[in-house]
């Protein structure tokens, strides 16, 4: 096989194969790095950017997106204070409470849009803080929005009361459009006016007096998550460079057996030659020993096959004077 794989056909067709089998290597891995889906570092999320740059309202919001610190400035909107129940604080083991969440006016939202706030934590609906009024700049984890609960809306006489943070629902409350997330505030500080450096006293939870407490959500787990869809494409992709060189190792094995088969056929005429020639070489042999026994016996006047003492030649010269002078001898004697 080895002299059928250095024919020239075969090598180029080896290389051909080589070359599809390395692109399609080379796409599994695209598939493979494509596979893993890493969260941010840490030193990208902690590191705050402004919110009008980071993300869009009215877009569904990807985990490249989630959990990045930003800033915003803007107000709030008056009369938009809403309880999220239940809300643990001060870890697994705190105490349930309820999350003060209002609508803040982002500056340069496209259409106007608001973004809910998480302002702070309380044990009761009955202890709280105003939303701060006047210009504000606030810093805060950008967080994905909750689903909408089945249990709806609940109004009491402190206020509005939902249970989970869905923009949805949300919308529907405010009537307002919204960015798909909610800000979880770590400092909302005053400013001097739209556009003002933010060198402000705290205003928010953090200021001493209030009722409300800080709501610190710190960076999420850093998992990589993985999308087992291409992982198999990667997988597919390494199959089909493998078929590659089977195709060729294939192609090559049967033109080596074509070519087997085509000299054990050789072979075989051959041999099949050899012998018909020589059948027919002792045929015509046979032909001309019968002709040339034909010719003798048609000359001679006897059978070629009769034994010799039987056969009748015609005496030779010699044979004749010997003959004649036995005769003349007879002949004296008997006179």
Known sequence: MLKTALKPQWIAGLVLALVVSAVFVLLGKWQMDNSASAPPPLTQTETP???????VPEKPMYGTEADQVVTMTGSFVPGTDVFIHPRLHGGPEGTEGYWVVSAFQVDGAPNGEVMPVVRGWTESTAETDPAPQGDLHIT??????????PEG?????????LTNLASSELINLWDVRS????????????????GAAANGPEVGAKAEGGELEPVLVGPQPQETTYNWMNIFYAIEWVVFA??????WWRFLRDDYLRSQDEDELDRQWAEEWKAAELER????????????????ERFYGVSAAAPAS??????SSSAQQTQQTQQTQQTQENQ
């Open 179 to 194: 960015y798909a997330g909610y800000v979880a505030a770590f400092d909302v500080v005053a400013t001097g006016g739209p």
């Open 242 to 247: 493998g078929f590659a060189i089977f195709l």
């Open 281 to 296: 070489r002792r045929t015509e042999a046979l032909e001309a020993k019968r002709k040339a026994v034909e010719e003798y």
């Open 49 to 55: 950017v402004e919110l009008t740059e980071h993300f």
């Open 153 to 161: 809306i609940q109004h009491t006489q402190d206020g509005t009361v």
């Open 140 to 149: 805060g984890r950008l967080l994905p929005a909750e689903g909408p609960s």
């Open 310 to 315: 039987r056969q009748q030649y015609p005496p």
